[in-house]
């Protein structure tokens, strides 16, 4: 019964139940995220480059025989999976970046400035007084 007590706290934890909401938010995520790089970004992208696809090169090491298949190094998907990667990393950092810079605008925003209480004043005089004394 003790290791069914452990597991239970365990379970129930803040921390793994905040990661669980992570992962499940972050998946969400990166479905929105690669919809925006397939759907938005990567048309005008493909349009631009003459819609290069490398994921058909292949170099093949030992050709289909019967019912064994061919032994291919398909190194066209991996070059093709790194610039999608490169694209899409890219187009993250430009909306991080536009993220922070609303949040820095925020950040900046004047608030009100209560005014000085009148001892603050009087400490300011004496200060600015000592100041021109010396």
């Known amino acids: 019964m003790?290791?069914?007590k452990e597991f239970k706290e365990f379970a129930v934890k803040g921390n793994v139940i905040d990661m669980a909401v992570g992962i499940i938010i972050g998946a969400a995520f990166g479905k929105i995220v690669s919809s925006f790089v397939a759907d938005v970004v990567m048309p005008p992208i493909g349009v631009l480059v003459g819609g290069v696809n490398f994921s058909k090169l292949a170099f093949?090491?030992?050709?289909a025989s019967?019912?064994?298949?061919?032994v291919v190094?398909?190194?066209?998907?991996f070059?093709?999976?790194a610039v999608d990667f490169t694209i899409i990393a890219f187009v993250i950092?430009?909306?991080v970046k536009g993220i922070n810079s609303l949040?820095?605008?925020e950040e900046k925003a004047p608030e009100d400035q209560p005014k000085p209480t009148p001892q603050e004043v009087l400490l300011t005089e004496i200060r600015d007084l000592?100041?021109?004394?010396?």
Do not use: V
């Not at 093949?60 to 050709?63: D, L, S």
């Open 93 to 95: 950092f430009i909306a």
């Open 79 to 81: 070059i093709q999976t």
């Open 130 to 134: 000592l100041k021109n004394r010396e």
């Open 66 to 70: 019967g019912d064994i298949p061919a």
């Open 103 to 105: 949040k820095r605008k």
């Open 2 to 4: 003790g290791m069914m």
């Open 73 to 77: 190094i398909s190194y066209g998907k």
């Open 60 to 63: 093949t090491i030992q050709e």
